[in-house]
Structure formats: structure tokens, C-alpha cells
């Protein structure tokens, strides 16, 4: 089956600057790639996805971008501040009737 | 819309005791999940169904059952609790189409001691 890996599990910016969190997936098949946003003691929230038929996605302040040769898959955060504070789970599928799997998440600290 | 709704939030079960998680839609969602959320790990899938009367094995779905008999309400139900069945658990549910986003209720936090 599908295999999700984020890398680092912690990650901490100062406000201001920008985060970069990665992915990667076992299976080339996969070709639906959400990033989801969990505040503390919250529901998971879809932030931006992307499919395997697009390199870029933008949406204000956050962009993900997909590399399909390499089999990884990147947010971007610009201008963090502290309300980005969470954890950021990546996942992926292989589409319409297919499971997500999720990656264990990175907790993204923005220092004020 | 309420969306997805969860009860109950919180519960301590003694170990061996059975329970039922209720979760509930209101968006006419066909397709409903159960992930449980261990501390510092993702979600894993526990079952799934893709519309009233079909339901299927997620990733762990061992010591779990679940039924579906209408479009909004798909309960997971716990038969003889566990130490290891202790966990946040989260109901998803999604409509059909090209849109995938998962829509997440408020969650069940679980303790079985």
C-alpha cells in the first residue's frame, strides 16, 4: 500500500520568514496530494491540495508544489505568523473512491 | 449546516466494556470515514463506506465494527475495549465527484483504562 513520510517531525520559524515542509509517497500511482492544518485540540482542516496533473499550486500566503519523478510534494508558507502555529499532515491518493493516507505530521511553531 | 458532528466528546471506559461513537452529517455526504489519531502520529483508517449499506476495512480496523444504514449517520462501535483502543477518534465525510476534501467532526477523545 501507499506510504507517507514527512520529514522533519518539528519544525520552528521566526514570524516573518517562510516554512518549507516536505513529503514524500511510496506509490507512482498516487495522483491526489492534500496538506491538512491541525490546531490544538482541533479537527483537521483541508488548507490547499494539489493533483498529479499540476506542478504548482497557489493560494495567498501558501503554495504546494509536486514533483511526481521524485515521488515528493512540498507546502510552502510565506510571511508566517504565529496563528500558523499547528500541525501540518500531508497525504495522499490515488483519487476518486480511493483512501487517503496520511502522513504522522509536523508541528510547525512561528516564534513572534 | 452543522456538518459533521461527533458524540460523545469525551469518554473513560474500563477495559472490556463495549461503547458506540456516534457520528452524524447533514451535507448528503455518500462517503464517510473513521480515523483514530494516536499522540504524535497521523491518522489512521479504521473503516469506510462509500454509501448506505457498504461498508469497508480501513488500515486498522481490528476491534472495531461499523454499520451503515442511512446517507447521515455512520457510528463505530467498540466491542471489548482495550488499553490500545485509547485515542482521539474523528469522523470524515466527502461527496461525490472530482471535489476529494474531507470534511472532519470535532472528534472523541477515548480513554480505556
Known amino acids: 500500500g501507499e506510504n507517507v513520510e514527512q520529514h522533519p517531525s518539528t519544525l520552528s520559524v521566526q514570524e516573518g520568514d517562510s516554512a518549507v515542509i516536505k513529503c514524500t509517497y511510496s506509490?507512482?500511482?498516487?495522483?491526489?496530494f492534500p496538506w491538512y492544518k491541525q490546531e490544538l485540540g482541533k479537527r483537521p482542516q483541508l488548507i490547499i491540495d494539489i493533483r498529479s496533473n499540476v506542478g504548482e499550486k497557489k493560494d495567498q500566503r501558501i503554495a504546494v508544489t509536486l514533483n511526481k519523478t521524485a515521488k515528493h510534494f512540498s507546502l510552502h508558507i510565506t510571511e508566517t505568523q504565529p496563528e500558523d502555529s499547528a500541525v501540518y499532515f500531508c497525504a495522499a491518493s490515488l483519487g476518486a473512491n480511493s483512501k487517503l493516507t496520511f502522513g504522522k505530521g509536523i508541528t510547525l511553531s512561528v516564534r513572534p | 449546516n452543522a456538518g459533521v458532528t461527533q458524540t460523545p466528546k469525551f469518554r473513560i471506559l474500563k477495559i472490556g466494556q463495549s461503547m458506540t461513537l456516534q457520528c452524524t452529517q447533514d451535507m448528503n455526504h455518500n462517503y464517510m470515514y473513521w480515523y483514530r489519531q494516536d499522540p504524535g502520529m497521523g491518522l489512521k483508517l479504521i473503516y469506510y463506506s462509500v454509501g448506505a449499506g457498504i461498508t469497508d476495512k480501513g488500515e486498522v480496523p481490528n476491534g472495531y465494527n461499523v454499520s451503515r444504514s442511512t446517507t447521515e449517520d455512520f457510528p463505530l462501535r467498540l466491542e471489548l475495549a482495550a488499553p490500545s483502543q485509547t485515542s482521539v477518534y474523528f469522523c470524515?465525510?466527502?461527496?461525490?465527484?472530482?471535489?476529494?476534501?474531507?470534511?472532519f467532526g470535532p472528534g472523541t477523545r477515548l480513554t480505556v483504562t
Open positions: 470524515a465525510s466527502r461527496m461525490d465527484g472530482t471535489t476529494y476534501e474531507q470534511y
Open positions: 506509490d507512482s500511482a498516487s495522483n491526489y
